[in-house]
Structures are given as C-alpha cells and as structure tokens.
C-alpha cells in the first residue's frame, strides 16, 4: 500500500511544481520595466503624432483666415484619434510600480480629447473666443500630462503642439 501513496504524492509533486514552473515565468513576463512599456506604447503614439500632422495641416491657416466651420473638422477629426489611441493604450499592460502614474497619464490623455473636441465645437458655432479658452486649457493639460510621464523619456507620446504647426 505505501508505493502506491508515494507514487500518488510524487505525481502530486510534479505536478505541483509543473503548474509552478510555468505560472512564474508567466508572472514575470506580465510584469514590464518603464523601457519596455514605452517601448511598446511609442509606435502607438507614433501612428497618431502621424495622423496630426495630416489632420492638423491647413488648419491654422483657416483658423487666421477665420475660416472657423472648415478648422472644426480638424480639431474634431483629432479628437477622435486620440480617442483610438487611448483605447490602444489602456490595452498595454502597465508596470505595477507605474500603474498609479500611467492611469493619471492616460486621464490626460482623456481630458486632452475632450478639450479637443471641445475647440472643435467652439469654432463650429464661430466663437473663436471660446476655442481659444479650451487651447489654453490644453496647453496646460498638454503640460501636466507631460510632467506626469517624464521618467519615461517618452518622444512620440510626449505632447509637443508644436510638431502640428
């Protein structure tokens, strides 16, 4: 009767340290350094850095031209690709010790699209007054977005409103 119970509690070793020795290196690999995640997040941010420098084009001179209806588009097409983006984004897995400043990051990245949007609808309703308050607060919010993932040294998912002219 003993061999058969060792046998069983060998076979329950084994297995034990089987589910072992594949949960750890799973458990590491979910786990990324701030390089790799930024890494992984800069051809993201790339594609729509990208995509602004087209949407953006002509933009600022219909805006001088106060050809504000044909500047919302602009304003508005970007909105919705940073929305893309960030939905992008969220799906990248985060380092755990970064996790609190990656969701504050992403959060401005939300506020970002919104205030976009929002100089969108300004210059759609011609209240050029207005879209330069939401400007202004996206400068701002481009600022502490910025400030929030500096530790990442981040070029492409860094907010920079100068590339789009």
């Not at 076979?11 to 995640?37: F, K, N, W």
Request: glycine residues 6%.
């Amino acid at each position: 009767m003993r061999p058969i119970r060792r046998r069983r509690g060998e076979a329950i070793g084994a297995a034990t340290i089987a589910a072992l020795a594949i949960a750890v290196p799973m458990a590491g690999a979910a786990e990324l350094s701030r390089e790799q995640y930024s890494a992984r997040v800069e051809p993201i941010c790339k594609t729509n850095t990208e995509a602004n420098r087209r949407i953006f084009k002509g933009a600022k001179a219909e805006v001088k031209a106060d050809e504000l209806k044909q500047a919302a588009g602009h304003f508005t097409r970007a909105a919705a690709a940073l929305e893309r983006t960030i939905s992008q984004l969220k799906a990248v897995p985060r380092p755990a010790a970064d996790e609190a400043r990656l969701a504050k990051w992403i959060g401005y990245l939300e506020t970002e699209s919104s205030l976009l949007g929002g100089i969108g609808r300004a210059l759609a309703q011609e209240d050029k007054a207005k879209a330069q308050l939401y400007s202004v607060r996206l400068n701002r919010n481009s600022n502490l977005a910025n400030n929030t993932v500096l530790a990442f040294a981040f070029e492409y998912c860094r907010i920079d409103p100068a590339r789009f002219g």
